[in-house]
């Protein structure tokens, strides 16, 4: 199973913030592209950031990093 299988991302806009959805396991393997969504999630100057992580069924320290 690749990395991508494992975790899925999405970014929606709202007015003034940007929600960044995050699905299924955040590990070593994977932090890659947590970290490439959240730079995504970020390329636009917003006020805020809402990271939804309430689908995500393992959270590793490579998580935290990020």
């Not at 590990?27 to 636009?44: N, R, V």
Request: glycine share 4%.
């Amino acid at each position: 199973m690749s990395p991508e299988d494992l975790l899925v991302t999405s970014i929606e806009h709202r007015i003034g913030v940007v929600v960044l959805r995050v699905e299924g396991e955040v590990d070593l393997s994977t932090a890659s592209i947590f970290q490439a969504a959240a730079t995504d999630a970020l390329e636009h100057e917003v006020p805020a950031l809402i990271i939804d992580l309430s689908a995500v069924t393992f959270f590793a320290s490579a998580g935290l990093q990020v």
